[in-house]
């Protein structure tokens, strides 16, 4: 067998009753390059091939051996927590003009985080992000990116290839997912991640005829993942139900603006063709300057009405008789602030009513009544 790799010893892990969704990796110490050794097995970057000879339940890995070496520690690192989003605000950037690269630092993985702007080939959507890394085999999260769309509903990836490249003691981590969405379907990305859970197989004999007293330990990851929420009211605002309340007007003025100066037509289905400015000019530095709104809170923080989201709103929903009375979205980060117990509404004439949780629940189902009977 040619591996290209000196003195080569290959371990097959056999595993079985994982949750649905559980990924990892194998590793082995000490050890010299290696190849595979993945769960559920893959091809690195590539999608297994038809006729692969990959057994369901087993993986493989391929190391290097020094001809000194007697026994070894197989390391299996499995991921099966829930996927935590670790920001509320969204990683990459996008306006009228199209999608912008971005790059910042992630506390949860203690690391550099660029994102590549995504591209598009026939009906599937590509995109790629970077992380800096210590020592691969040490990583305690597993990471993904999820494509949020126009109306706020989030698709895991369909597939996500991904490596590493090492030079110089720095490693630089990669992962390419790509989604059976157009890219312009595509509001925005979010990055997840959810802790491993170390196993490591001890005293493994390289050796198959040789009788080891091979010992199991497992440790949970030291770190657990946890979502980071904006709690501290925004500078120039009040408090965060003056910054929820001027976030929801925001919209309802961008609205309005749009409607005035094209009369006879729609408002547009994409939320990054308007411009949602303050109402108020924000107090910064001792000068109060305007200030400009993400659309991308309008999908990520807020909820609506109908199920249609942004692209159902109307003109008559804010220029009809009745917009005093029409709900036409909620803020979702007030209302995980407020513990649940309320939130503020935006109704079709521009004001904002505080609600409690009871109160939702009945605003919801009142215009889950009316869409039906215009069905």
């Not at 993904?144 to 590493?164: C, K, S, Y």
């Not at 939320?271 to 000068?287: A, M, S, V």
Request: hydrophobic residues 35%.
């Amino acid at each position: 067998m040619k591996t290209g790799l000196s003195n080569p010893y290959e371990f097959a892990l056999r595993y079985e009753n994982l949750p649905e969704g559980t990924s990892g990796s194998v590793g082995v110490a000490p050890g010299g390059s290696s190849s595979g050794g993945t769960i559920p097995e893959t091809r690195g970057a590539f999608k297994p091939h038809e006729g692969d000879r990959s057994v369901n339940g087993v993986t493989k890995i391929l190391v290097a051996q020094e001809p000194q070496i007697e026994t070894v520690t197989v390391r299996v690192d499995l991921a099966t927590a829930d996927w935590v989003t670790e920001e509320s605000e969204a990683l990459y950037r996008r306006s009228s003009d199209g999608w912008n690269s971005d790059m910042r630092f992630s506390l949860t993985l203690d690391a550099i985080v660029v994102s590549s702007v995504p591209h598009q080939q026939g009906g599937t959507t590509y995109t790629m992000l970077f992380y800096t890394v210590g020592n691969p085999s040490e990583q305690v999260y597993d990471v993904r990116l999820t494509a949020v769309d126009i109306n706020g509903v989030e698709h895991v990836p369909t597939f996500q290839g991904g490596g590493w490249a090492s030079s110089g003691g720095k490693t630089l981590a990669r992962i390419r997912p790509e989604y059976n969405l157009t890219l312009e379907d595509i509001t925005t990305f979010n990055m997840q991640v959810r802790a491993r859970t170390r196993v490591e197989f001890r005293n493994v004999s390289l050796h198959p005829s040789e009788h080891r007293n091979v010992e199991v330990v497992a440790a949970e990851a030291t770190r657990p993942a946890s979502a980071k929420r904006r709690i501290d009211t925004p500078e120039g605002f009040a408090s965060n139900r003056d910054y929820s309340a001027q976030t929801l007007q925001a919209l309802h003025l961008a609205c309005v603006n749009y409607l005035t100066a094209h009369p006879g037509s729609g408002l547009p289905k994409k939320q990054w063709l308007l411009k949602f400015r303050f109402p108020n000019q924000i107090l910064y530095d001792g000068e109060y300057q305007d200030a400009y709104v993400s659309y991308v809170q309008y999908v990520t923080c807020t909820g609506y009405f109908r199920s249609g989201g942004f692209p159902s709103l109307k003109r008559e929903d804010f220029e009809s008789s009745d917009a005093s009375h029409t709900p036409i979205l909620y803020c979702t980060m007030l209302l995980e602030q407020e513990n649940g117990k309320g939130t503020n509404v935006l109704y079709g004439d521009g004001h904002i009513e505080y609600v409690t949780a009871d109160q939702l629940d009945r605003l919801k189902a009142a215009a889950t009544a009316s869409m039906d009977e215009t069905r």
